[in-house]
T-cell receptor, first 114, second 110 residues
Framework: NAGVMQNPRHLVRRRGQEARLRCSPM?????VYWYRQLPEEGLKFMVY????????ESGMPKERFSAEFPKEGPSILRIQQVVRGDSAAYFC????????????FGQGTRLTVV | AQRVTQPEKLLSVFKGAPVELKCNYS??????LFWYVQYSRQRLQLLLR??SRESIKGFTADLNKGETSFHLKKPFAQEEDSAMYYC????????????FGKGTKLSVKP
């Protein structure tokens, strides 16, 4: 089991472009969580998804951000019309169940908006 | 509002010295508390959780509800303990929806 895989590891976008971040959960894991870490800050929860469903998006900015976890393929975090303030490390975690099981983290995608 | 505070950004100790990484939380219910560690160039990984009351790599942490603290301790630090340490709180029992502190960088000098 290769662990939670995120790609790309580094992504550079110009202001106004779209950023797509991918997360492949561990085998057998159907729960995915996205976090954002701004410089000098802790990880902040963004969204929790199960296959084809958004369970909790309380941490997602209301505009420009969206997430999906289709039946087949990785979970995608999409940021439209990126701004400098979106520059951060974005982490994905996955777990087999929603409670009482460890969530395993990916290595993150570092987004830089220039 | 729920919050996790790690007051020290950086903690530097010598090998063999005791280590205490502080964590305080603000939460009205009965939270679950965790410590995560991130070694250089590696992914974030769970170190321990208060419910299991385990000792991992010599680290322990006791939940003190009166002081709302969950400090991480080790009696004798090793150089390989150098890493970023994050305290985290779960409201729902889910380890996927966590409130993290800003982290403390532990540096253990030879």
């Amino acid at each position: 089991n290769a662990g939670v895989m995120q790609n790309p590891r580094h992504l550079v976008r110009r202001r106004g472009q779209e950023a797509r971040l991918r997360c492949s959960p561990m085998k057998g894991h159907s729960h995915v969580y996205w976090y954002r870490q701004l410089p000098e800050e802790g990880l902040k929860f963004m969204v929790y998804l199960q296959k084809e469903n958004i369970i909790d998006e309380s941490g997602m900015p209301k505009e420009r951000f969206s997430a999906e976890f289709p039946k087949e393929g990785p979970s995608i975090l999409r940021i439209q019309q990126v701004v400098r303030g979106d520059s951060a490390a974005y982490f994905c975690a996955s777990s087999p169940l929603s409670v009482d099981t460890e969530a395993f983290f990916g290595q993150g995608t570092r987004l830089t908006v220039v | 509002a729920q919050r996790v505070t790690q007051p020290e950004k950086l903690l530097s100790v010598f090998k063999g010295a005791p280590v205490e990484l502080k964590c305080n939380y603000s939460y009205s219910g009965s939270p679950e508390l965790f410590w995560y560690v991130q070694y250089s160039r590696q992914r974030l990984q769970l170190l321990l959780r208060h419910i299991s009351r385990e000792s991992i790599k010599g680290f322990t942490a006791d939940l003190n509800k009166g002081e709302t603290s969950f400090h991480l301790k080790k009696p004798f630090a090793q150089e390989e303990d150098s890493a970023m340490y994050y305290c985290a709180l779960s409201e729902s029992g889910s380890q996927g929806n966590l409130i993290f502190g800003k982290g403390t960088k532990l540096s253990v000098k030879p």
